[in-house]
């Protein structure tokens, strides 16, 4: 413990580890959405996936970008949109 003028605070030593995580931004061309719930269930799928942030998904020009840490890998995107039913163009 150490005095500063009238107090007692605690010293503390040793290491401080920060771990930063990066955000990506990652775009996908989507084939088979016809409506707004498709739009829906595509971005239920995206953002299921642990580590993503965020899924804006566009029915109009059929795709979805994707923001998500960088532990998220381009793989595990692709493989939500296809178990939701749709593909990968």
């Given at each position: 413990?150490?005095?500063?003028?009238?107090?007692?605070?605690?010293?503390?030593?040793g290491?401080?580890?920060?771990?930063?995580?990066?955000?990506?931004?990652?775009s996908?061309?989507?084939?088979?959405?016809?409506?707004?719930?498709?739009v829906?269930?595509?971005k239920?799928?995206l953002?299921?996936?642990?580590?993503?942030?965020?899924?804006?998904?566009?029915?109009?020009?059929?795709?979805?970008?994707?923001?998500?840490g960088d532990?998220?890998?381009?793989?595990?995107?692709?493989?939500?949109?296809?178990?939701?039913?749709y593909?990968?163009?």
């Amino acid at each position: 413990m150490r005095q500063h003028e009238g107090y007692t605070l605690p010293v503390h030593f040793g290491i401080l580890s920060i771990m930063e995580e990066y955000t990506m931004t990652t775009s996908l061309k989507i084939e088979g959405m016809s409506c707004e719930h498709c739009v829906k269930h595509v971005k239920a799928a995206l953002e299921a996936i642990n580590g993503v942030k965020s899924a804006k998904v566009k029915l109009k020009e059929k795709s979805a970008v994707v923001e998500h840490g960088d532990g998220v890998g381009l793989e595990t995107l692709k493989a939500a949109v296809v178990e939701a039913g749709y593909e990968i163009a």
